[in-house]
Structures are given as structure tokens and as C-alpha cells.
């Protein structure tokens, strides 16, 4: 499978809570559902932090079912799912293992991945880790990753995934002062139409006064 859609927020967190509990958890690895979502609502190493709902999170399973990157299994009395990632997408572990932490924390150096990405690989050096972005960055079928502009006064540059499509203004430079709200064409339309009704009312409101003037015998 070479392309995929862009993938929702919630759908790229479940599938970087089953990379991770894969390897953190192993024993109880396929994951329940619950467990499943308790990893997506997670308050520590989550960027953002979310507050899925169990019927939100079924559903991005079935979604990520249809697209093999998620598999299912009957275990006991509970379905049970497992991520299916590297095979899908043809990624070493290694890279897996990145986009997994990108999904769970967001933009982020290769220093700070480096880091973060300890419990499902160890990179020898940042140098490695660079390695296996670049070739995410410059992968044949579609660039999966892509290194951010640097900050002011940041010293390395952050990493993105694109599984969710184009990097947003916000993931660009979290500093920045949120955009004015653009006027959408529903707006616009709406304000045309106060101003054909206030046009409308002014005419009748002349019609009237121009009558009560003829009747009184004066001018307006």
C-alpha cells in the first residue's frame, strides 16, 4: 500500500499507543479496547492531551481496520488489536518507532526523539536518528515526515509527520499569535443580506414619511 488518507488526530494516536505499548507492555499486548483508550486519554507523554470517548476510538479502529494498519484478534472474551504499520508502509522498526512518538508528542528535534523514542528503540546517536528521518523525509512512495523552519533562537530544527497531511500554522511556530478568523462566504452572504433588509426597511421608512408629509401638507 503505497498511499493512504490523511489520517485524523485520534487515529494517529491509537496507532502510536499500540507501537508503544507493544514494547512497553508486551504482556498485555494486543490491547483491549480499554486499554486502548486509557493509552489514547494518557495525561503524561501525550501532546495534546485528549479525552477520547470509547465510541470515538472504536470507530478510529475501524477506520485504521479498513486501511490493514490495524489488525484484530479475538483474545479471551474481548476483541484484542495490534498495529500493522511496518508492514503496511515497508518501514524498518526503527522508523516506526519515530513516527510512533510523532503521533504521541507531536513536532519535535531529533534530540528530543532521540530521547523519547528510548523504550522502542535505542539510537545510538542523533546522527542515526537523522538517518532514518531523511529517509522518511525522502521516501519514493510519499514522504511520510518533514523538518520544520527553526524556531527563533532554537538551535535544531523539529520534525512533523504528514500521516495527517500539511503541517498547521500552529505546529509551524507555537508562538505565534493566532490568525484574525477569515470571513467565510457564509458571512459574507449573511452580511449582504442585512444590508438589503436595512435597505429595504429605510425605503419603507421613506415611503411612510414622504406620505405623512403630503397628507400634513408639508415637506420633509
Known amino acids: 500500500m503505497n498511499a493512504l488518507p490523511a489520517l485524523s488526530l485520534l487515529e494517529t494516536r491509537v496507532l502510536g499507543v499500540l507501537v508503544e505499548k507493544e514494547h512497553t507492555v508486551p504482556d498485555s499486548y494486543p490491547l483491549t479496547l480499554?486499554?486502548?483508550?486509557s493509552g489514547c486519554n494518557q495525561k503524561t507523554s501525550r501532546d495534546p492531551v485528549i479525552e477520547a470517548q470509547e465510541s470515538e476510538v472504536q470507530s478510529a479502529i475501524d477506520h485504521l481496520k479498513t486501511l490493514s494498519l490495524v489488525v484484530e484478534s479475538s483474545g479471551g472474551r474481548v476483541m484484542r488489536y495490534a498495529q500493522n504499520v511496518r508492514r503496511v508502509l515497508n518501514l524498518p522498526s526503527q522508523s516506526v518507532a519515530l513516527l510512533a512518538i510523532l503521533f504521541l508528542r507531536g513536532p519535535q528535534t531529533a534530540g528530543e526523539l532521540r530521547i523519547n523514542s528510548d523504550r522502542l528503540h535505542k539510537f545510538v546517536d542523533i546522527s542515526s536518528v537523522e538517518a532514518f528521518l531523511e529517509e522518511l523525509a525522502e521516501r519514493p512512495a510519499g514522504a511520510l515526515v518533514r523538518v520544520l523552519p527553526k524556531l527563533p533562537g532554537?538551535?535544531?530544527?523539529?520534525?512533523?509527520h504528514l500521516i495527517s497531511g500539511e503541517p498547521t500554522a500552529a505546529m509551524m511556530d507555537p508562538n505565534a499569535a493566532p490568525a484574525p478568523d477569515a470571513v467565510t462566504v457564509s458571512e459574507l452572504?449573511?452580511?449582504?443580506?442585512?444590508?438589503?433588509?436595512l435597505q429595504a426597511e429605510m425605503a419603507s421608512l421613506r415611503e411612510t414619511v414622504d406620505k405623512l408629509c403630503k397628507e400634513l401638507g408639508t415637506t420633509p
Do not use: I
Not at 480499554?34 to 483508550?37: I, M, P, T
Not at 532554537?154 to 512533523?160: I, K, T, Y
Not at 452572504?189 to 433588509?197: C, E, F, G, S
Open 34 to 37: 480499554n486499554a486502548l483508550l
Open 154 to 160: 532554537a538551535r535544531e530544527a523539529r520534525w512533523v
Open 189 to 197: 452572504a449573511a452580511l449582504r443580506a442585512n444590508v438589503d433588509h
